[in-house]
């Protein structure tokens, strides 16, 4: 780009591009990780204040501008951390109004306090992408964990938001939104799920730097620059209006907003064209003549394409419709995804509004579908009914996801439809009574998929060797593989559980797993205050760090976990970790010993 500016401090504009990845890279990141790498190669600023589950993005950007990495055009982006999140979005704000390519990384109550410059950016029609890690805002109480509260709550201030489901998705749907808000001049919220998407480890293709740079057009990189405030170019904006032009001035935005989908459409398509990877608006999976759908997004929608996938082999008319840009809702391709033979739709939500008739997705359905069919754009309304599940990160597995499938078939003793609205799933409403029966019987993994779950203390190494096992597996063992961690809110000292699968086809489960091949406890406390061994397969292998002999550990065991032991016919294993790493000068760290146990027991390389 022979015309742009160098606006970080220091060095000369550079000419040449030096790419960090010249080709596509096969590896395993999390998710935030995913999406710093590509939004950290596209912006000049990246205004900082870290917040969980976010962290990750912010930090890495401001190590990597330490480290002298540079970006798409040569330069190393200028990260600063406020005071605030506050402070940081006034600072994504005051950037771009000098034309310099800005995002910012949040969550939860710090996108709360960027809404009043949020509102100013899409006022202004100032491109720019914010990426979300969507969490729980503070209600009864707060939470760290993950839904979509925080992003719903944006939906007002003009902002486009767009969502991924998944680490891959997270990563090319980074690059997508800046594509087209550059294109649109419309601001795009990029939001995935907090923990469940952040935090995952997955095995996914890293775009190469080239690609990245064909996709972000020099001339709208020239225009956003042409727009900037400069005293050699006066031009009036940030102004106060009085009744007789506000209204027409809010109103003069809509022709940006009609555009929107048919630019994130071309972008798609455009990214298809580069990675072979291929996006739509709405992604619709199932039965090409299904009855009964969900609709959904965020990392609930992998999960219930899985399950769509196995309830249509064994000849259900299902499916599921994955929605990826939520604002601006296009009537147009929702309705173009759906397949007509549609008679049922529940649309699941991460996120509850209390008092409203539904939750913001339902109603955009609802909405949607009255207004196809007034048009005559469908010929039949479906029965639509709305639910919600992961609240602050509950787990939602298949089972969950069939559970309102089923309702969808529910009938009266009239034959008809007896579905129930505003349903949850996932936990015992013993108070409203507004959840579903789960089939807990109900699963969809397969033989082929590796499972793995070891339960450590916070700061004893467990989930930092569990995250090199993962990366060992992908690396070395050529296999996918996928890691998810369960945190305690207390964090140092608190209980951790780590979830790994790998084996030899992508793996596409953002669920924990009910059944495990490998079970591993670091701490023998753990026994006596909870049932670990409940997620053991019959025949499994149980791996304990015991501080006794292997003489004596059978004594010492909870009856209970004897009888599991027994019941389940497990392969019993013990080693007095603590103690080997004590003598080697690892301290109380027993991570390094019991991951060799690991790779030793399970096979996954060649124990030499």
């Not at 759908?293 to 769509?308: D, I, K, N, Y």
Request: charged share 20%; hydrophobic share 40%.
């Amino acid at each position: 780009m022979n015309a742009v500016i160098k606006l970080n401090s220091g060095g000369a504009p550079k000419s040449a591009i030096e790419p960090i990845v010249d080709k596509a890279v096969r590896t395993t990141m999390d998710g935030n990780t995913a999406v710093a790498h590509v939004a950290y190669r596209v912006n000049e600023v990246c205004a900082i204040y870290p917040i969980t589950p976010s962290s990750t993005m912010a930090e890495l950007a401001d190590q990597w501008a330490a480290e002298g990495i540079q970006n798409i055009w040569g330069n190393i982006p200028l990260v600063q951390e406020m005071q605030s999140e506050g402070g940081a979005s006034g600072t994504v704000h005051g950037a771009l109004q000098s034309g310099a390519m800005t995002t910012t990384f949040t969550s939860s109550q710090g996108l709360m306090l960027m809404l009043p410059n949020m509102m100013k950016i899409a006022g202004e029609l100032t491109p720019t992408v914010f990426h979300v890690a969507a969490r729980s805002l503070a209600t009864s109480a707060l939470s760290i964990f993950g839904d979509h509260s925080d992003v719903m709550t944006v939906r007002t201030t003009g902002f486009a938001l767009i969502s991924s489901a998944n680490v891959q998705e997270a990563h090319d749907t980074a690059l997508i939104a800046e594509a087209a808000t550059l294109e649109a001049r419309v601001p795009f919220l990029h939001f995935f799920d907090g923990f469940r998407t952040s935090h995952e480890l997955n095995t996914l293709d890293l775009i190469p730097d080239t690609s990245i740079r064909e996709m972000i057009s020099d001339d709208l990189v020239r225009a956003h620059r042409a727009r900037a405030l400069d005293p050699e170019n006066p031009f009036i904006r940030g102004t106060a209006q009085n009744p007789d032009t506000f209204f027409q001035a809010r109103e003069a935005v809509s022709p940006f907003y009609a555009k929107v989908p048919g630019i994130v459409d071309g972008a798609m398509a455009r990214f298809a064209a580069l990675t072979g990877r291929h996006y739509k608006l709405f992604e619709y999976g199932g039965a090409p003549d299904a009855e009964r759908v969900l609709v959904l997004m965020g990392s609930g929608a992998e999960t219930a394409r899985e399950t769509v996938k196995a309830l249509t082999s064994r000849g259900e008319k299902v499916g599921v419709l994955q929605v990826r840009l939520y604002r601006p809702f296009s009537a147009a391709h929702f309705l173009a995804a759906l397949p007509p033979s549609v008679g049922a739709i529940a649309v699941l939500e991460q996120t509850k509004e209390p008092g409203a008739a539904g939750e913001p997705l339902y109603l955009d359905v609802v909405a949607t579908l009255a207004q196809g069919f007034g048009s005559d754009q469908r010929t039949s309304m479906p029965r639509v009914i709305g639910g919600r599940y992961g609240l602050s990160s509950k787990d939602f597995t298949p089972a969950m996801a069939k559970a309102a499938l089923d309702e969808l078939s529910k009938r009266n003793g009239q034959g008809k439809f007896a579905g129930r609205n505003s349903f949850t799933v996932g936990i015992k409403d013993d108070v409203s009574f507004s959840s579903l029966d789960v089939e807990s019987g109900f699963t969809i993994e397969t033989a082929e998929t590796t499972r793995a779950v070891f339960y450590g203390l916070g700061a004893d190494g467990t989930v930092g060797a569990d995250k090199n096992s993962v990366k060992i597996i992908a690396e070395d063992a050529k296999q996918y593989a996928q890691g998810y961690f369960v945190y305690d809110s207390h964090k140092s000292g608190a209980q951790t559980i780590s979830h790994l699968r790998f084996g030899p086809d992508p793996i596409r489960a953002p669920y924990l797993i009910a059944s495990a091949g490998f079970v591993a406890c670091h701490q023998f406390g753990f026994l006596e205050r909870q049932d670990l061994l409940r997620v053991a397969a019959a025949g499994g292998v149980f791996l304990l760090n015991s501080p006794f002999g292997k003489d004596e550990t059978w004594d010492e065991l909870p009856k209970s976990v004897q009888q599991q032991i027994i019941d389940k016919k497990l392969r019993f294993f013990v080693i007095d970790a603590s103690t080997v790493a004590r003598d080697v000068g690892l301290g109380v760290r027993t991570n390094t010993v019991l991951q060799t146990c690991f790779f030793a027991i399970s096979g996954v390389l060649p124990r030499e």
